[in-house]
């Protein structure tokens, strides 16, 4: 596609419900990156995949949190018994190379209540 | 560890002024990118300009131009001729240059950006 599409857009959750979040990148990028932006802040980085591989996954806050990219395509990031703090934009990043430019998606925000 | 200050919560200036949003960084490397990114109510993050560490040229985009000391490690953007499209959250980022595998920004808390008519 001609950008980086996310999907929902918004997302209200229960607390203690599973959540999917989802990423398109651009076609033919091999990097993804997922980062969370808490309300006030920065994002901060989640998760790099490089091809269908998690070449780094430090920033994953806990074992709630899991992302895959089964076919080096799209990506899914997926919390388990959410929380009220995992309330965030989720944003969702692809390049063809790095540091080559980040194109970012509009993220989605997710609420948990 | 790198580490990313924006010491600006919030700034305004008038339509076709000048501003200049501030950014500090500590790291250890010597070899990085910084960028300046604009986060507008659409969410999305748009790159407004990028520096190589090594490069002793300021960047320059159009209207936005940067100033890079990097003894002070300081990297400033000015917006000259300020627009009401400008209006927005601003972040400055840190990359440390691939050498590995880890190619993650580092951001700042951000610097929320009004131009007034």
């Known amino acids: 596609g001609a950008g980086v599409s996310q999907t929902p857009s918004n997302k209200v959750t229960e607390k203690g419900k599973y959540v999917e979040l989802r990423c398109d990148p651009i076609s033919g990028h091999t990097a993804l990156y997922w980062y969370r932006q808490s309300l006030g802040q920065g994002p901060e980085f989640l998760i790099y995949f490089q091809g269908t591989g998690a070449a780094d996954d430090s920033g994953l806050p806990n074992d709630r949190f899991f992302a895959v990219r089964p076919e080096g395509s799209v990506s899914t990031l997926k919390i388990q018994r959410t929380e009220r703090g995992d309330s965030a934009v989720y944003l969702c990043a692809s390049s063809l190379w790095t540091p080559a430019r980040y194109t970012f998606g509009s993220g989605t925000r997710l609420t948990v209540v | 560890a790198q580490t990313v200050t924006q010491s600006q919560p919030e700034m305004s200036v008038q339509e076709a002024e000048t501003v200049t949003l501030s950014c500090t960084y500590d790291t250890s490397e010597n070899n990085y990118y910084l960028f300046w990114y604009k986060q507008p109510p659409s969410r999305q993050m748009i790159l407004v300009i990028r520096?190589?560490?090594?490069?002793?040229q300021n960047a320059t985009e159009n209207r936005f131009s940067v100033n890079f000391q990097k003894a002070a490690k300081s990297f400033s953007l000015k917006i000259s001729d300020s627009q009401l499209g400008d209006t927005a959250m601003y972040f400055c980022a840190f990359m440390v240059t691939p050498g590995g595998s880890n190619y993650k920004l580092t951001f700042g808390k951000g610097t929320l950006l009004t131009v007034n008519p």
């Open positions: 520096q190589e560490a090594y490069k002793q």
